[in-house]
C-alpha cells in the first residue's frame, strides 16, 4: 500500500512563489522505488499533470505551462519530494495532488494525497 501526504498549498500573489511537500510512506514504498509526480486540477478541469521524477531522482519532466517556472526535486530520501513554484499567474490556481507510483515485484501500487488548494490571486 502507499500513503500520500501534500502540503505547502496557500494563497500568493501574481508573480510569487510557493513550496509544496509530499511523502509517501507505505509497505510498498518500503520495498521499492517509486516514481513521484504532481498533479493539479482547476475548477472545471480534468487533472493534469505538472511534473514528475523518476525513482532514480535523475528524470524529470514538465508539463508545457509550468516549464522554466516549476522545479520537481528530492528530499534526503526517496520517500519525499517538493515542487517549487515560482512566478505564480492566476492560472495556475488549482488543488495540487501529488502522486506515489511504485513497482514491487510484479505489482504497482499507486497512491494519491488528499490534495492541497493553491490560489494566486492579487
Known amino acids: 500500500q502507499v500513503e500520500v501526504v501534500e502540503s505547502g498549498g496557500g494563497l500568493v500573489q501574481p508573480g510569487g512563489s510557493l513550496k509544496l511537500s509530499c511523502v509517501a510512506s507505505g509497505s510498498a514504498v518500503t520495498f521499492g522505488n517509486p516514481t513521484m509526480s504532481w498533479y493539479r486540477q482547476a475548477p472545471g478541469k480534468e487533472r493534469a499533470l505538472v511534473a514528475t521524477?523518476?525513482?532514480?531522482?535523475?528524470?524529470?519532466d514538465y508539463a508545457d505551462p509550468v516549464k522554466g517556472r516549476f522545479s520537481i526535486s528530492g528530499g534526503n530520501d526517496k520517500n519525499t519530494v517538493f515542487l517549487q513554484m515560482n512566478t505564480l499567474k492566476p492560472e495556475d490556481t488549482a488543488v495540487y495532488y501529488c502522486k506515489a507510483e511504485v513497482k514491487v515485484i510484479a505489482r504497482t501500487y499507486v497512491g494519491w494525497g488528499q490534495g492541497t488548494q493553491v490560489t494566486v490571486s492579487a
Open positions: 521524477m523518476t525513482s532514480t531522482g535523475v528524470g524529470t
